[in-house]
């Protein structure tokens, strides 16, 4: 419908998405959600930090365990991680 490539679509949806990160306001988090979900038959999987409140996505990473889930927190703010209940 659009004629361009699957890359072209690649460029927009990142700049979009890096566009919508950098305009989010910040606000506290007294409830986060974190679940793991596996992607293509079990063999790849994402991390997904919720906001439980707002019931909203507030980030994802690749990948699962202590390591990704310390790099999830680590992308919020200071007074965001001590506004958690």
Do not use: C, W
């Amino acid at each position: 419908m659009l004629r361009i490539s699957a890359k072209e679509l690649n460029g927009i949806m990142m700049r979009a998405v890096e566009r919508g990160l950098n305009s989010r306001e910040e606000f506290p988090l007294h409830k986060l959600g974190l679940d793991e979900k596996s992607m293509k038959n079990g063999h790849h999987y994402m991390t997904v930090l919720s906001d439980l409140e707002r019931k909203q996505v507030y980030d994802i990473a690749e990948g699962r365990g202590s390591e990704t889930t310390v790099n999830l927190i680590s992308k919020l703010s200071e007074s965001q991680r001590n506004s958690v209940n």
